[in-house]
């Protein structure tokens, strides 16, 4: 049974790119939710989707977007990058329109120059 | 907006020794109340989780108390080993959702043989 699956698993860009990550939720998952991690803190919550709808956002700006396909695994969209993007983000699946325990990918590390 | 308080930031133990992290939550409606472990470079991992309805949860050597009335829980960990180093976050849910999680600043537990 594969686990929540996330890519790339590292990616550099440039100040002002765009950036694209994916997420593969557990099998029999169904709520996909998005988090950055700075180094050295906490998850914080971006948003989630259940049935290809954003249901709910943290504090983030627009720059973030997000997208979920009919066989459930998501996108993960960030515009006009900053420095202060560089972080992991991680992806969590739950089932049950998010009604079970979330299981995290292995996240993506990104790094802003 | 809804917060999670988590302390202490750094735990150093010896090895056998037992191990209590606390966190206080904001949100009178969260209602499920996760733990996660995360090993450098790892993704956090569910180790042990506690509903609204529930005061304390047993698994092996960890346990988790909850206080409804003062929002607070607490992880416990007994008999202490090397392997569990790591940093520990506690969650608290929020928008009714046990995939939209608000974390603490995590602690740095450190069990030394």
């Known amino acids: 049974d594969a686990g929540v699956t996330q890519s790339p698993t590292h990616l550099i860009k440039t100040r002002g790119q765009q950036v694209t990550l994916r997420c593969s939720p557990k099998s029999g998952h169904d709520t996909v939710s998005w988090y950055q991690q700075a180094l050295g803190q906490g998850p914080q919550f971006i948003f989630q989707y259940y049935e290809e709808e954003e249901r709910q956002r943290g504090n983030f700006p627009d720059r973030f977007s997000g997208h979920q396909f009919p066989n459930y695994s998501s996108e993960l969209n960030v515009n006009a990058l900053l420095l202060g993007d560089s972080a992991l983000y991680l992806c969590?699946?739950?089932?049950?329109?998010?009604?079970?325990?979330?299981?995290f990918g292995q996240g993506t590390r990104l790094t802003v120059v | 907006g809804e917060n999670v308080e988590q302390h202490p930031s750094t735990l150093s133990v010896q090895e056998g020794d037992s191990a209590v992290i606390k966190c206080t939550y904001s949100?009178?409606?969260?209602?499920?109340f996760p733990w996660y472990k995360q090993e450098l470079g790892k993704r956090p991992q569910l180790i042990i989780d506690i509903r609204s309805n529930v005061g304390e949860k047993k698994d092996q050597r960890i346990a988790v108390t909850l206080n409804k009335t003062a929002k607070h829980f607490s992880l416990h960990i007994t008999e202490t080993q090397p392997e569990d180093s790591a940093v520990y976050f506690c969650a608290a849910s929020f928008g009714g959702s046990q995939g939209n999680l608000i974390f603490g600043k995590g602690t740095k537990l450190s069990v030394k043989p």
């Open positions: 949100d009178s409606a969260s209602n499920y």
């Open positions: 969590a699946s739950s089932g049950r329109g998010g009604d079970t325990e979330a299981f």
